[in-house]
């Protein structure tokens, strides 16, 4: 799996949007860029992911760059609740169940009000 | 919304004793997982089941690990000897399939090793 690079936190003001990067620039190209969230010693909980074009859905939006070096969460309108750590992870398409995922650090958000 | 869950919540046990994680998998999924996560460290990947065997499992899984889906809809996770360093949070995932590519999360058992 490709190894992906995030910064370790991130400050936010409630009511704005929220733009978490993550750079993975040895992605091959049947890797999909998955993020998920994990709300204090919670279970994590899956947001969005993509392949190479843009993705929204009620959570989030994920923007990939054209070479899929890099890509940009989106929380569209940060709230309290959005504080947590935001994981994104490369992984191939689910297949045989061997998609074990590989979690780093994350970017702890905190949303100020 | 169907969800994972865990039980117990919370299990303390004495080094060397025999612990069973159960977790309630996702009707209709077909993949599960277990994960754990030390106290201030990254979550990290157990092992996968699928179709009634172990599919991928990391090098943490070792012979005193194993996983069983007993009944159809049970998942569990049996450390046979604890040790002090197996305290930490186990979460259960599952995912529904190759249409699925998503893994929900139980909200874990928070294990503490005495």
């Known amino acids: 799996d490709a190894k992906t690079t995030q910064p370790p936190s991130m400050d936010c003001a409630e009511g704005r949007a929220a733009n978490l990067p993550c750079n993975h620039s040895t992605i091959s190209g049947n890797e999909y860029v998955y993020w998920y969230r994990q709300i204090h010693s919670q279970g994590p909980q899956y947001i969005i992911h993509?392949?190479?074009n843009n993705e929204t859905n009620e959570m989030a939006s994920l923007i990939i760059t054209e070479d899929r070096k890099s890509s940009t969460l989106i929380l569209p309108h940060a709230t309290l609740r959005d504080t947590a750590v935001y994981y994104c992870i490369v992984r191939g398409r689910a297949g045989g169940g061997a998609d074990g995922l590989t979690f780093g650090k994350g970017t702890h958000l905190i949303i100020q009000p | 919304e169907p969800e994972v869950t865990q039980t117990p919540s919370h299990q303390v046990t004495q080094m060397g004793q025999e612990v069973i994680l159960r977790c309630v998998p996702i009707s209709n999924h077909l993949y599960f997982y277990w994960y754990r996560q030390i106290l201030g460290q990254k979550v990290e990947f157990l092992v996968s089941?699928?179709?009634?065997?172990?599919?991928?499992k990391s090098e943490i899984f070792d012979d005193q690990f194993s996983v069983e889906r007993p009944d159809g809809s049970n998942f569990t996770l049996k450390i046979r000897s604890t040790k002090l360093e197996d305290s930490a949070m186990y979460f259960c995932?599952?995912?529904?399939?190759?249409?699925?590519?998503?893994?929900?999360f139980g909200p874990g058992t928070r294990l503490t090793v005495l």
């Open positions: 995932a599952s995912r529904a399939g190759l249409a699925g590519n998503e893994q929900f």
């Open positions: 993509g392949l190479k």
């Open positions: 089941f699928y179709n009634n065997e172990i599919s991928e």
